[in-house]
């Protein structure tokens, strides 16, 4: 195969009109949703875990209330984290959303 015969066809406009259905396909697809995002976001406001929202929402408002501080929120933040954590693992409705 020669040269010319390779670059004719990478400049093949057929080829091209090929591809645009494969990207207008991709187009089409809808958006996943995660639904561990919807159980994340009811167990970080579930009276269980308002205290320690609480708390890292306080420390973010002092912390950024200052200008020079080396407080960090990181505490609150991982108490925080923690109890949402706990709240998916007791979760049941995660797994019955899996296929």
Known sequence: MAIDELRNRADDPEEEEEEAPEEEEEE??????????????????????????EKLSACNDRVSGRSKTEE???EELID???CVDHCLAQSNSLFSKLK
Do not use: R
């Open 28 to 53: 089409d697809e809808e958006e996943l949703v995660d639904p561990m995002d919807g159980i994340k976001e009811a167990c970080g406001t579930s009276n269980a875990c308002a205290p320690g929202a």
């Open 72 to 74: 960090t929120c990181d």
């Open 80 to 82: 925080y984290l923690h």
